[in-house]
């Protein structure tokens, strides 16, 4: 049985490489890191700036507000993403034109 104990790990450190690789990287160095999931505190105050903003120009029906607190709540959901850097880009590299 100690093979399946093994082959195992050995999954579960290649799940990790390629979940989150640079904690995988820091981890294997000896040099503690966080994982990507717990995010700075600075997005969070980010998303609740957006909201405030967001909920100030609903309130005063002022579209300028509206559409600030719209745009800081979109980067900082983009920031929050926790898998935004394994995603394949949005649109793929145009082709050349046929000949």
């Given amino acids: 049985m100690p093979g399946s104990d093994d082959h195992r790990l050995t999954e579960i ?3 990790l490489h390629r979940d989150d690789p640079r904690f995988a990287e820091a981890l ?10 717990y995010h700075p505190p600075r997005v969070w ?5 957006a909201l405030a903003v967001l ?5 005063l029906a002022h579209g300028l507000l509206i559409a600030t607190g719209l745009v800081l709540a979109g980067v900082a959901a983009e920031l929050l993403d926790p898998h ?6 949005r649109h793929p590299p145009p082709r050349s034109w046929p000949r």
Avoid at 45 to 49: K, M, Q, S
């Fill in 13 to 15: 450190e290649h799940h």
């Fill in 45 to 49: 105050l980010l998303l609740a700036v």
């Fill in 84 to 89: 935004r850097r394994s995603r394949p880009p």
């Fill in 55 to 59: 909920g100030t120009g609903l309130f």
């Fill in 28 to 37: 294997d160095a000896g040099l503690p890191r966080r994982p990507r999931e």
